[in-house]
């Protein structure tokens, strides 16, 4: 029975199996090795001096001389700042595009063509955000090209098209018969919108802004020309200098300084944190909620 | 006003409720934030433009077909600038094709296991997992890949495929480990949960009589994947590699830290090259001049260019096959 014709089919299909497995197991391998290694790494810079101490001027460990690590307290600071600025303008501009497609757009084309530009919007390279932002602020003033408020304006438009579709896929989730049901009652639309239908898909929306929020905090390259350097010293303003958490794992891993290195791979742990705290947060949200299939 | 009809209901009835001032305002608003979005697309073609009216003015189409990037004020013996992005065209094509051809058949076979052949109670979980791969931030993968992924090419990999493809030509110079091969395997790494999970999507919408048509004419579990699922999902799995495409295209700081980052043509996978990402990421800060500015901004716009066309063919695949069948889950 092993050699005949269904035998070997058999074979074949199970052997087919076992491969596809081993392929998730091929793909899982990154993840749990980038993990380990920010763990590993990172772990060594964590203590709470990690997270209150500006990072120390770099220095390369000698046999008797004491290299200061010093903490990520200003990158973090940076970025905290970074993605509140950038989160003010992306947000409501984001909700708005949504409700407008979901509640006013229908199914007509308008709406297809939103959320089309946004799904499009969302696979520009963030590098170019980057470009995009230093060449605006050029133009209109060249004394903010490096500063937070620079780097925000990057980091607003990598948020927008992220927010305007999550948010677009939470406000379907409300069934029809919810808005037809308030219209009967004579609640006029705006309410409908915001007091009922915004409502009900507010964990949904929650977690989309969440989402856009783990997006740009891990964001380097719209980075790269729009915040200058402004890490070692304590942050003056939004229109000067500006810090972040991505970058400076940047500059930590091309430094080739022993204190900058260790202290990139903490950022690299904190970021991956972060992550991670807002995936799972946003999984246990959505599961609470309707289940419902997520965009690709 | 209803007194005089009876029957509200008919089709011909007056508007109740005629929008007022609240209902207007707010629907200009959220329609505001809608235009904007449409305004941005628009505005990051315009503003790179602009920015590279320099060069397009001055090179024209020989800005595509010259193969060196070269500033006068730091190379005394040219007698002028010339840019081109030939190597970083060559650079993007061919690190996205390694990553493409590394990720295209394991994302298959993890949306194949995932759809078909797990258990079920372990198909959501390990989804997730690859999920977030893609949650992880790129300068992470790329210092990871700098730091753990260059020596074990450089030392393992690499010359081992160096002695048994030398032949080939492609394997050919000193392993370093920070070369072509390695941006494409952590591309390949970062482009897989994308064509993953859009390809599980594909195959998880292919209807249930597809598959026991398949069955009842006695195929084994791999001949109805292979002969019944695939062909009908491959509409939404070639979307999903073009999307994943297009993720490759723009990658920057994986790519910037382990490509070597060197102006000229990679002549084997063991050459150090530059993506015009990577290009962007290295040479902006360090630019000699307006025109080189101008230049680099003529390279964002390409990039811009191939992308937006990228990312609209892959949606537009999508979206028309949503509207045919439903690409969901389940």
């Not at chain 1, 919810?178 to 009967?184: C, F, K, S």
């Not at chain 2, 020989?62 to 193969?67: C, Q, V």
């Given at each position: 029975?092993?050699?005949?014709?269904?035998?070997?089919?058999?074979?074949?299909?199970?052997?087919?199996?076992?491969?596809?497995?081993?392929?998730?197991?091929?793909?899982?391998?990154?993840?749990?090795?980038?993990?380990?290694?920010?763990?590993?790494?990172?772990?060594?810079?964590?203590?709470?001096?990690?997270?209150?101490?500006?990072?120390?001027?770099?220095?390369?460990?000698?046999?008797?001389?004491?290299?200061?690590?010093?903490?990520?307290?200003?990158?973090?600071?940076?970025?905290?700042?970074?993605i509140g600025l950038a989160s003010l303008v992306a947000v409501p501009i984001g909700i708005g595009a949504a409700v407008f497609t979901v509640e006013y757009g229908r199914n007509r084309a308008i709406a297809r063509v939103i959320s089309t530009t946004a799904d499009v919007l969302s696979g520009v390279?963030s590098?170019?955000a980057?470009?995009?932002?230093?060449?605006?602020?050029?133009?209109?003033?060249?004394?903010?090209?490096?500063?937070?408020?620079?780097?925000s304006l990057?980091l607003t438009v990598l948020m927008i098209p992220i927010v305007t579709r999550t948010c677009e896929e939470a406000l379907r989730t409300v069934p029809e018969s919810v808005r037809e049901a308030a219209l009967?009652?004579?609640i006029s639309r705006w309410k409908i919108s915001v007091r009922i239908v915004l409502v009900t898909a507010l964990p949904g929306v929650v977690t989309g802004v969440l989402l856009s929020v783990a997006r740009a905090a891990?964001?380097?390259?719209?980075?790269?020309?729009?915040?200058?350097?402004?890490?070692?010293?304590?942050?003056?303003?939004?229109?000067?200098?500006?810090?972040?958490?991505?970058?400076?794992?940047?500059?930590?891993?091309?430094?080739?300084?022993?204190?900058?290195?260790?202290?990139?791979?903490?950022?690299?742990?904190?970021?991956?944190?972060?992550?991670?705290?807002i995936s799972?947060t946003s999984r246990?949200v959505l599961n609470r909620t309707v289940r419902r299939m997520r965009g690709g | 006003?209803?007194?005089?009809?009876?029957?509200?209901?008919?089709?011909?009835?007056?508007?109740?409720?005629?929008p007022?001032?609240a209902d207007l305002t707010f629907a200009l608003l959220t329609g505001l934030g809608a235009a904007l979005v449409m305004v941005l697309l628009a505005a990051f073609?315009?503003?790179?433009?602009?920015?590279?009216?320099?060069?397009?003015?001055?090179?024209?189409?020989?800005?595509?077909?010259?193969?060196?990037?070269?500033?006068?004020?730091?190379?005394?013996?040219?007698?002028?600038?010339?840019?081109?992005?030939?190597?970083?065209?060559?650079?993007?094509?061919?690190?996205?094709?390694?990553?493409?051809?590394?990720?295209?058949?394991?994302?298959?076979?993890?949306?194949?296991?995932?759809?078909?052949?797990?258990?079920?109670?372990?198909?959501?979980?390990?989804?997730?997992?690859?999920e977030?791969?893609a949650a992880?931030?790129?300068?992470?993968?790329?210092?990871?890949?700098?730091?753990?992924?260059?020596?074990?090419?450089?030392?393992?990999?690499?010359?081992?495929?160096?002695?048994?493809?030398?032949?080939?030509?492609?394997?050919?110079?000193?392993?370093?480990?920070?070369?072509?091969?390695?941006?494409?395997?952590?591309?390949?790494?970062?482009?897989?949960?994308?064509?993953?999970a859009i390809?599980?999507d594909?195959?998880?919408?292919?209807?249930?009589?597809?598959?026991?048509?398949?069955?009842?004419?006695?195929?084994?579990?791999?001949?109805?994947?292979?002969?019944?699922?695939?062909?009908?999902?491959?509409?939404?799995?070639?979307?999903?590699?073009?999307l994943?495409?297009?993720?490759?295209?723009?990658?920057?700081?994986?790519?910037?830290?382990?490509?070597?980052?060197?102006?000229?043509?990679?002549?084997?996978?063991?050459?150090?090259?530059?993506?015009?990402?990577?290009?962007?990421?290295?040479?902006?800060?360090?630019?000699?001049?307006?025109?080189?500015?101008?230049?680099?901004?003529?390279?964002?716009?390409?990039?811009?260019?191939?992308?937006?066309?990228?990312n609209v063919?892959g949606r537009m695949?999508l979206s028309?096959?949503q509207r045919?069948?439903g690409v969901g889950r389940?």
């Amino acid at each position: 029975m092993m050699f005949d014709r269904h035998g070997r089919r058999k074979i074949f299909s199970h052997s087919m199996t076992v491969l596809s497995g081993l392929a998730v197991v091929v793909i899982l391998v990154p993840l749990v090795a980038v993990i380990y290694e920010a763990v590993v790494q990172g772990g060594a810079a964590f203590s709470v001096t990690f997270f209150t101490q500006r990072p120390a001027n770099p220095c390369f460990a000698h046999p008797g001389i004491a290299c200061p690590l010093g903490g990520v307290y200003t990158p973090i600071e940076g970025t905290l700042e970074l993605i509140g600025l950038a989160s003010l303008v992306a947000v409501p501009i984001g909700i708005g595009a949504a409700v407008f497609t979901v509640e006013y757009g229908r199914n007509r084309a308008i709406a297809r063509v939103i959320s089309t530009t946004a799904d499009v919007l969302s696979g520009v390279p963030s590098i170019l955000a980057g470009i995009f932002a230093f060449t605006l602020f050029l133009q209109f003033d060249k004394a903010i090209v490096n500063s937070t408020l620079d780097g925000s304006l990057a980091l607003t438009v990598l948020m927008i098209p992220i927010v305007t579709r999550t948010c677009e896929e939470a406000l379907r989730t409300v069934p029809e018969s919810v808005r037809e049901a308030a219209l009967a009652l004579g609640i006029s639309r705006w309410k409908i919108s915001v007091r009922i239908v915004l409502v009900t898909a507010l964990p949904g929306v929650v977690t989309g802004v969440l989402l856009s929020v783990a997006r740009a905090a891990g964001e380097a390259a719209p980075l790269l020309f729009t915040i200058g350097n402004g890490c070692l010293h304590p942050l003056q303003g939004i229109d000067q200098q500006g810090c972040a958490l991505p970058l400076w794992i940047y500059w930590g891993a091309t430094s080739a300084t022993t204190n900058w290195y260790t202290l990139a791979w903490g950022a690299a742990l904190l970021l991956i944190l972060m992550v991670l705290a807002i995936s799972i947060t946003s999984r246990l949200v959505l599961n609470r909620t309707v289940r419902r299939m997520r965009g690709g | 006003m209803s007194a005089a009809n009876p029957f509200p209901l008919s089709s011909s009835r007056p508007r109740k409720h005629a929008p007022k001032w609240a209902d207007l305002t707010f629907a200009l608003l959220t329609g505001l934030g809608a235009a904007l979005v449409m305004v941005l697309l628009a505005a990051f073609i315009v503003v790179l433009f602009i920015g590279a009216k320099a060069t397009v003015e001055l090179f024209g189409f020989r800005f595509l077909t010259n193969d060196v990037w070269i500033s006068a004020s730091t190379n005394p013996h040219i007698p002028g600038n010339i840019y081109g992005i030939v190597p970083f065209a060559v650079g993007t094509l061919l690190t996205s094709a390694i990553a493409l051809l590394l990720a295209i058949p394991l994302s298959l076979g993890a949306a194949i296991f995932l759809t078909q052949q797990a258990p079920v109670r372990l198909r959501g979980p390990v989804g997730q997992l690859i999920e977030l791969l893609a949650a992880i931030p790129s300068i992470i993968y790329g210092f990871w890949g700098l730091v753990v992924l260059a020596p074990i090419m450089r030392y393992e990999i690499e010359p081992a495929l160096q002695s048994w493809l030398y032949w080939t030509g492609w394997f050919n110079g000193p392993t370093t480990g920070v070369d072509v091969l390695t941006a494409s395997v952590i591309l390949a790494v970062m482009v897989i949960p994308t064509i993953t999970a859009i390809s599980r999507d594909a195959i998880a919408a292919v209807p249930i009589h597809q598959k026991e048509a398949a069955l009842s004419l006695g195929a084994t579990d791999w001949e109805v994947t292979r002969n019944a699922v695939i062909p009908y999902a491959r509409g939404g799995v070639f979307a999903g590699i073009i999307l994943g495409l297009g993720r490759a295209l723009g990658e920057t700081m994986a790519v910037t830290l382990t490509i070597g980052n060197k102006n000229a043509i990679p002549t084997s996978l063991f050459s150090q090259g530059q993506t015009i990402a990577s290009l962007l990421a290295n040479q902006f800060a360090e630019r000699s001049g307006p025109l080189e500015l101008s230049a680099l901004m003529e390279a964002g716009l390409i990039l811009l260019l191939i992308t937006l066309a990228i990312n609209v063919g892959g949606r537009m695949i999508l979206s028309r096959l949503q509207r045919g069948q439903g690409v969901g889950r389940e």
